[in-house]
């Protein structure tokens, strides 16, 4: 967000300038749309997962299996959005629109068909993944990321479903931990990453999301429980 903001900022060279609140300043993530139809803001990052009845077709780019990469992905939504095929879009004007990476399914046991799925409980990140799991005979468990290592653990799912960034992430703070190495992650910028890898376990921090809950400067390093707990009071996201 900063440098996108900056970026505007020194080439309007005084014709525009934007003005950003951090901490959910002027309003909770679900009431993003709202604040921008009612002109209390100008522009908003919108996550169209939390209103999701404001945005019924945005359920098609959750399907899973439809695009090879984030990019491909990020690149359809966009087409699709400037070509009036979404609905809830009608009274924004938007200026970028992405999408995460594709999900992979990560098991215990090894998989080697979709046979070989049926009937395991497989974490999924939203309704529409679950569904499809769902539908190949697997059971969609909707569940929180930071939740994933004790669920599997105790028997109540076989499975997630995560970006192959999360594992690699998740790996490699487990085996810090069993070095007993104490583990500082950088460029944490949401309250999502810090509640995650609070969950898995991570020492420290390093990130802009110290500066927008006040913390301290982004290069300095803070105690990952308390940065979670803090910044997922700022914005009202339950911290599990």
């Not at 009431?31 to 002109?39: A, E």
């Not at 609905?87 to 629109?97: L, N, P, Q, S």
Request: with cysteine.
């Amino acid at each position: 967000m900063k440098p996108f903001v900056d970026a505007i900022n020194s080439e309007a060279k005084g014709l525009l300038e934007i003005e950003v609140f951090f901490r959910g300043a002027l309003g909770k993530p679900a009431q993003q749309p709202q604040l921008v139809r009612d002109g209390v803001a100008d522009i908003a990052f919108i996550l169209p997962g939390y209103t999701a009845d404001q945005f019924p077709d945005n359920a098609v780019i959750e399907l899973p299996g439809l695009f090879r990469d984030q990019r491909e992905a990020s690149l359809a939504y966009t087409r699709m959005i400037a070509a009036n095929a979404l609905r809830g879009y009608e009274d924004f004007f938007v200026i970028t629109a992405f999408t995460v990476e594709p999900h992979s399914i990560h098991t215990r046991q090894p998989i080697a068909s979709l046979e070989d799925l049926k009937g395991l409980k497989i974490r999924a990140n939203n309704p529409t993944e679950a569904a499809t799991f769902e539908k190949l005979g697997m059971r969609g468990i909707v569940m929180p990321a930071n939740q994933i290592a004790d669920a599997i653990g105790s028997g109540a799912i076989d499975g997630a479903a995560l970006p192959p960034a999360m594992l690699v992430v998740k790996t490699i703070v487990t085996l810090g931990r069993e070095l007993n190495m104490r583990v500082t992650v950088e460029g944490v910028e949401t309250a999502q990453q810090a509640t995650f890898l609070d969950g898995i376990n991570a020492d420290q921090v390093q990130g802009f999301l110290l500066w927008t809950t006040g913390l301290g400067p982004r290069r300095q390093r803070r105690s990952v429980e308390r940065l979670a707990k803090k910044a997922c009071k700022a914005i009202d996201t339950p911290r599990i």
